[in-house]
């Protein structure tokens, strides 16, 4: 199932069940899922996926609907539109998981040479903490680059929500927006590359783990439009992730409580040539098969 959430003016946050283009809104039917990250939590309180919840829930029951493409716009509180899929007590990412982002990263890194390339081939991964829910956004909403940056890239990421015990609950869409050129000034600037208003954008959906059973087969592709045209794009496929997702969670739980409906994000196989750094007004395209696009315009903080 392709969970959502969505807003409306005159009840608030809603949880939608996606289907072709048609939007069932779930929150109609129990007063409790008030949230995507509740859902998952009743889900599991009753020992089933959210998928079985939903269709026991479904059962004979009308639920009001919406057109996907209607709600596919820029945030106003004024119109029903789109929200972040899920709001994540905590975001984590993993880096230089595929070789192409290793031998790129060493390229630019100066006097670092070779740091991401033995981290590509160590048996500990890379790990960060990304974001909490505040600092994320949805399709469509702004995603920013740092007022200390002039190299802010987009990086493409396939993503998934933790439940408990390391288990999968579903994937979405990443956008680890870093300011590149502080964390290449040096490695230990890297939280403030990653961390700010506006680094991370999440969405448009989450694909159930029953429904999306081979994470490991998607195509990932990254556009650019600037001035109302593409000025760069690039693809990537997730069979190149160099690390199982069993093995990221070992090391991401390692003595490290982690929250029910963490988001970690698994790390970029698409890397922007410098000169297409991003800037105000730009929009990023990212669309994974079998999950969605996630669309963001830029801007300047």
Not at 263 to 287: C, F, K, W
Request: one cysteine or more; charged letters at 20%.
């Amino acid at each position: 199932m392709k969970l959502l959430q969505f807003y409306l003016p005159e009840s608030g946050l809603r949880v939608g069940l996606l289907e072709d283009k048609t939007v069932f809104d779930l929150s109609s039917l129990d007063m409790l899922i008030d949230s995507a990250l509740n859902l998952f939590k009743l889900a599991n309180k009753a020992d089933c996926t959210a998928s079985q919840l939903i269709a026991n829930l479904l059962k004979n029951k009308h639920t009001p609907e919406y057109n996907f493409k209607a709600l596919n716009l820029f945030p106003d509180k004024n119109t029903p539109h789109l929200l972040i899929p899920i709001y994540p007590p905590e975001v984590w990412a993993f880096g230089v998981t595929y070789m192409r982002s290793a031998s790129a990263r060493d390229e630019d890194a100066g006097g670092q040479q070779g740091i991401y390339e033995r981290v590509y081939n160590a048996a500990r991964p890379e790990c960060f903490f990304k974001a909490t829910a505040s600092r994320c956004v949805g399709s469509n909403d702004y995603i920013c680059i740092r007022s200390d940056s002039s190299l802010t890239a987009p990086e493409p990421e396939l993503a998934y929500v933790l439940g408990d015990n390391q288990e999968i609950l579903g994937f979405t869409i990443c956008n680890d927006v870093s300011a590149w050129d502080i964390e290449r000034d040096n490695p230990l600037y890297l939280p403030q590359s990653k961390i700010y208003s506006g680094c991370c954008a999440i969405g448009p959906v989450i694909v159930t783990a029953d429904e999306l059973t081979d994470p490991m087969n998607l195509k990932i592709s990254c556009n650019i439009i600037r001035d109302n045209k593409s000025v760069y794009s690039d693809s990537t496929h997730s069979s190149r992730i160099g690390r199982s997702f069993n093995e990221l969670n070992k090391y991401l739980y390692l003595h490290n409580p982690i929250p029910f409906g963490t988001l970690v994000s698994t790390g970029t196989g698409i890397m922007l040539p410098n000169e297409y750094h991003l800037r105000a007004g730009d929009i990023v395209e990212i669309e994974i098969e079998d999950i969605g696009k996630l669309i963001n315009p830029v801007k300047q903080l």
